[in-house]
């Protein structure tokens, strides 16, 4: 199984045993709001918590070396649902690196095929 879709799988279950030997220990996350730069102690502390939830997962790209997301998020706190797409950097098969974008969308949206 990809390392991508072994992500999905692990963040949307919160399995935090999972998601620890999927990160790297130095991996750094660029989220597309706040100019902050998560690391692997803060990715672990969010995940699990329903925050977000995510639905429509597509990995547009993947190798050994790099990975390419696009998926729509949903937050708790009620805020507008976001197209992101997330380019992903791996070293010794784990996640060093996340630069995130995001889009806006409307509350009438339709995720293509359903």
Request: contains cysteine.
């Given at each position: 199984m990809s390392i991508l879709k072994q992500y999905e799988t692990a963040f949307d279950s919160g399995d935090k045993a999972a998601l620890d030997a999927l990160i790297h220990d130095d991996?750094?996350?660029?989220?597309?709001?706040?100019?902050?730069?998560?690391?692997k102690p803060d990715i672990m502390a969010f995940a699990g918590t329903g925050a977000v939830r995510t639905e429509a997962?597509?990995?547009?790209f993947e190798n050994d070396e790099?990975?390419?997301?696009h998926s729509i998020a949903h937050f708790a706190n009620?805020?507008?649902?976001e197209a992101v797409l997330?380019?992903?950097e791996f070293q010794d098969?784990?996640?060093?690196?996340?630069?995130?974008?995001?889009?806006?969308?409307s509350d009438d949206y339709k995720v293509?095929?359903?």
């Open positions: 991996c750094k996350f660029y989220p597309h709001v706040g100019g902050a730069v998560m690391t997962h597509r990995i547009l790099v990975g390419v997301h009620g805020s507008t649902s997330a380019f992903y098969g784990k996640i060093i690196r996340v630069e995130t974008g995001a889009t806006p969308l293509i095929g359903q």
